[in-house]
């Protein structure tokens, strides 16, 4: 799915594929999170990103698009 349709089935989203976002709750933009598709057809998340732990290991979560910054 492309970022068209994706803005047509919840026009607020602001990120696109390949995007690399921050937690508004990461001030000190430690953690850099990439978006690797969306969410579409659920109400609490927008976005599924990918992101390195503190432990050196890549984990992935969902997340709405209010939370996350650039």
């Known amino acids: ?3 068209f349709e994706a803005k047509a089935i919840k026009p607020y989203m602001r ?3 390949g995007d690399v976002v921050y937690l ?4 000190k933009r430690k ?4 978006i690797t598709r969306y969410v ?4 609490e998340t927008d976005y ?3 992101f390195t732990t ?3 290991t890549i984990d992935s979560g969902n997340f709405a698009d209010e939370t996350l910054t650039k």
């Open 24 to 27: 508004k709750s990461d001030m």
């Open 48 to 50: 599924t990103l990918q």
């Open 15 to 17: 990120f696109i594929i």
């Open 1 to 3: 799915m492309d970022n």
């Open 54 to 56: 503190s432990q050196s």
């Open 31 to 34: 953690t850099p999170m990439t």
């Open 40 to 43: 579409l057809f659920e109400d």
